[in-house]
């Protein structure tokens, strides 16, 4: 499914050139959860990036080939690129609440990643159940014009009433009579094909009442849900591939579980791949089939999840492993390949 | 004859009120709900949740922190110098000598650092504070080999430090007024799991040293049972279980608890794993009498996982049904949980 393959990318910085990736070689095959763990700063985040060419200014990939479904997305068109990102690869980032727009409710931006990548499926829907395909909204004119026709309208009344001539003020009373019942004379606007679809995708991450979530805005939600209305923007877009950078760091580990669990259930349910990145060795024992531990910018190890486990073969993998408490008392072993202040 | 108990938490609430726009309460976040705890001379002592569910308000009120609504904290005589003190009744005077024995480490080493001052003042501003500046630069230095770290580092500033020697500057703060308490809230959250290991090293070998009293905060059950002799689990307010950890990590009683450490990753053991549906419950509680109870029957959102993983074969707990609250009784020796009977 996705293949990298010797991807090298260095940042410039003030203090010389930082060598994020050091020759990344790594395939995740289709229909596979494959883990990438490492400590802060060891790359597993500037893979991701690297792969779909979303690094800041200062970084850059100097070499290595990048292989989505066989197609060498390195030197991909930038129109090709936003075709992949959110179409064919989702991704889902650390802390929900600042990946998702505040001033947005979540119809609307679950609602842009199906314009811009289903937009064939939205038409479809539309014209099988002849529906309009885009919300229209209640005809309204905005606050401030409404004000100012509402004072006009009552200082034309009062000026009236004043000169003794209350019927002329009367159309002006109708004309406040309108805008007060405007929203009961209007008749109840159906949902549109994009409406429908953004709930579809909602109850498929097991949101209850889709309706009221796509209404609500990212802080009326809480964590666990909004990690689902994620996920939920992620797969929107059909994709193929999914990348989960950190999903479950901000939340509690029983949370985590509810999260992790449905992860699992919509890549057996679709079929895709997912690739999770997470420093947590939990994690990835708990969802992932194969797992590449990642070291100053290298992969050190690869395996399937039981081998690593009991069996892991570089030193690094073993002092992460020893690292943990599990149980009992006896002095966690500490090596010096932890911390490591500058690259 | 050292007395057993340090401090003594007795039946302490803090409840926040919520009001409207009139500025009428409405309702309260029972943040503290009734908590009981004896934290023993010398040993761990762990407090494990879920967020939310009042840990940080425990420490707060544990420092005085804050005015809990009502109950009272029974201080040993070791830490005010006169016998059957409670927290509450101290004058300021005393309050300054009691914090003198109670040392905190709170979770973002960067945020509790003061990035304009050197590491000489940082860890010298509690000695400064408590006019014990003979032998400072000495003292300091001593305070910082403690820790692991040495006389090079005085002239720096904490952004010239990592994460865990960061820690390692708030571990040495904490302790220069020789404190006899220790709080760690979440000390190694934010923290990668090598250099976690060495903090929590480094914090059993000053225990040994100082001969230390540790209140452990975590949410993380594997650096719990590291470090902790006993412990509670509290939801929503209230200690639902309290043990040794031997204890509780072996025979755990209460669902919530059992959840918990089914979550828990272990490598290669299995274990069958509980998956706790639905969402926090929120801990507001209204004072309008029909709106007051909590809902114990099953919510929309835990029938959709609950279809989900049915034929899974996963056990599960339902949150609704962790909302009836039975009394804490002891189950076996020295081992409380809010079990049916």
């Not at chain 2, 049904?321 to 081992?335: A, C, G, M, Q, T």
């Amino acid at each position: 499914m996705l293949e990298i393959k010797n991807l090298k990318t260095n940042f410039n910085t003030y203090d010389g050139v930082v060598k994020a990736l050091d020759g990344v070689n790594l395939s995740v095959k289709d229909g596979e959860i494959f883990g990438l763990v490492g400590e802060t700063g060891s790359g597993k985040s500037v893979t991701c990036y690297s792969a779909l060419q979303l690094l800041p200014k200062t970084g850059e990939v100097v070499a290595g080939t990048v292989l989505l479904n066989g197609e060498d997305i390195t030197h991909a068109s930038e129109k090709r690129l936003r075709e992949i990102r959110g179409g064919e690869v989702g991704i889902i980032f650390q802390d929900p609440l600042s990946a998702l727009n505040p001033v947005m409710s979540i119809n609307e931006q679950i609602g842009e990643v199906l314009t811009l990548h289903q937009d064939k499926e939205l038409h479809q829907t539309a014209s099988e159940k002849g529906i309009p395909v885009y919300t229209s909204k209640k005809f309204s004119f905005s606050p401030g014009i409404e004000f100012t026709v509402l004072a006009i309208c009552i200082s034309f009344i009062s000026l009236f009433s004043m000169l003794g001539q209350f019927s002329f003020g009367l159309p002006f009373l109708f004309i406040i009579a309108l805008m007060f019942l405007r929203d009961y004379l209007q008749q109840e606007i159906p949902d549109s094909a994009l409406d429908i679809m953004v709930m579809e995708s909602l109850s498929k991450v097991k949101l209850p009442n889709p309706r009221q979530i796509a209404s609500s805005y990212p802080h009326e939600l809480s964590g666990g849900m909004q990690q689902r209305v994620m996920i939920a923007m992620a797969l929107a877009g059909k994709a193929k591939m999914l990348i989960a950078d950190e999903p479950t760091t901000a939340l509690d580990v029983t949370i985590q579980a509810q999260i992790l669990q449905l992860i699992k259930d919509i890549q057996k349910e679709e079929n895709m791949s997912v690739l999770l990145i997470t420093h947590d060795l939990g994690v990835v024992a708990e969802t992932c089939e194969r797992v590449a531990v990642m070291y100053k910018g290298k992969i050190v190890e690869e395996n399937t999840v039981d081998n690593i486990f009991t069996n892991p073969q570089h030193e690094y993998t073993k002092a992460l492993l020893n690292a943990i408490p599990k149980g009992g008392k006896e002095r966690l072993k500490v090596s010096d390949v932890g911390e490591y202040g500058s690259i | 004859m050292m007395k057993e108990h340090i401090i003594q938490i007795k039946n302490l609430r803090k409840h926040f009120p919520v009001k409207n726009v009139w500025g009428t309460d409405i309702a309260l976040v029972k943040a503290l709900d009734g908590v009981d705890l004896d934290i023993n001379y010398g040993k761990t002592f762990g407090i494990v949740g879920e967020s939310g569910c009042g840990k940080t308000t425990l420490m707060r009120a544990l420092l005085r922190l804050i005015e809990p609504t009502s109950g009272s904290v029974l201080l040993s005589d070791q830490l005010t110098g006169h016998s059957g003190q409670t927290l509450e009744n101290l004058t300021n005077e005393e309050l300054r000598q009691f914090r003198r024995q109670i040392g905190v480490v709170f979770q973002d080493p960067m945020g509790a650092l003061n990035p304009r001052m050197l590491i000489k003042d940082i860890v010298g501003e509690p000695l400064v504070i408590h006019g014990k500046t003979e032998n400072f630069r000495k003292r300091v230095i001593e305070l910082l080999e403690n820790v692991g770290l040495g006389e090079e580092h005085l002239y720096r500033y904490p952004h010239e430090f990592s994460g865990g020697q960061r820690q390692r500057i708030v571990i040495a703060r904490a302790l220069a007024l020789d404190p006899k308490v220790l709080v760690l809230d979440e000390p190694t959250s934010a923290l990668d799991v090598s250099v976690q290991a060495q903090i929590l090293n480094l914090l059993n070998d000053l225990q040994v040293k100082f001969n230390l009293t540790y209140v452990f905060i975590s949410h993380d059950l594997s650096v719990i049972e590291y470090m902790c002799d006993r412990l509670v689990v509290m939801y929503l307010g209230k200690v639902v279980e309290e043990a040794d950890t031997d204890e509780l990590f072996s025979n755990p009683k209460h669902p919530y608890t059992r959840a918990l450490l089914s979550a828990t990753p272990n490598f290669g053991k299995s274990t069958k794993r509980i998956m706790i549906l639905g969402d926090v419950p929120s801990p507001i509680t209204y004072l309008d009498e029909s709106k007051a109870r909590l809902a114990t029957e099953i919510t929309e959102q835990e029938r959709l996982e609950i279809d989900a993983i049915k034929d899974k074969g996963i056990d599960y707990i339902v949150r609704s049904s962790l909302n009836k609250v039975h009394p804490l009784i002891e189950v076996s020796d020295k081992h409380y949980a809010r079990v049916k009977l």
